[in-house]
């Protein structure tokens, strides 16, 4: 995809998981998406007003509770459209007004800036990363040297094999991926590093992969 504007990326370690919570939008009209909403909503609020941005959508990597938590508090007080993967499970997609089912590679626009829904499940069936020029939101799928677990109800290990080498690691390595947890040593890294330092994915077949890393 090619750069388009200036993006917003905002991060914000928020909660008792270490959950990261983003603003991404655009620079120029100050539109934001807020992604995956939870634990403190207020100070969401405060931040955004602070920055003089204009939240316009929600964007949600994923249903997971810790991720979502927050996001019937924050349509009180803004009525704006959530994107949600069509490919997500059921009992995993908010009961909330507003929700959209987004497919694999959709481009969503915040302001003038596009961002494109990459599915990667694993995870979750329907877990995706948003994607901007050289920016990417990347939730629960690669974390800063690790990946999400599979073991909860909708995960799938080969199918986090499956993301992570053939959708993660056939990206750039220029791509600057921004994780849904801060769990590594730092709280961003290039996919190339990651193609170095990250463990999971340093194997060399779906095997290795299942029998040493899950």
Not at 1 to 27: C, R, T, V
Not at 120 to 137: D, E, N, R, V, W
Request: aromatic share 8%.
């Amino acid at each position: 995809m090619k750069e388009n504007h200036s993006p917003i990326i905002k991060q914000f370690e928020i909660g008792p998981l270490a959950n990261f919570i983003y603003f991404i939008g655009d620079a120029s009209s100050k539109e934001i998406a807020v992604v995956d909403p939870a634990w403190d909503v207020d100070f969401l609020r405060r931040e955004a007003e602070k920055l003089e941005l204009k939240i316009t959508n929600i964007f949600l990597t994923h249903g997971h509770p810790d991720h979502v938590n927050g996001l019937t508090e924050l349509l009180k007080t803004h009525d704006v459209p959530v994107y949600i993967s069509r490919h997500e499970a059921s009992f995993y997609k908010p009961k909330c007004k507003n929700l959209i089912e987004v497919q694999d590679h959709q481009r969503l626009r915040v302001g003038s800036v596009e961002f494109e829904c990459i599915l990667a499940p694993g995870h979750t069936p329907g877990c995706q990363c948003f994607l901007s020029g050289k920016h990417m939101i990347t939730g629960d799928v690669i974390f800063v040297d690790g990946c999400g677990r599979c073991d909860l109800p909708g995960g799938d290990p080969k199918q986090m094999h499956q993301s992570l080498y053939n959708v993660i690691m056939k990206l750039p390595d220029d791509i600057l991926i921004y994780p849904g947890h801060n769990y590594g040593a730092t709280p961003t890294d290039t996919i190339g590093h990651q193609k170095k330092s990250n463990p999971y994915l340093q194997c060399h077949s779906m095997e290795e992969f299942l029998n040493e890393r899950m």
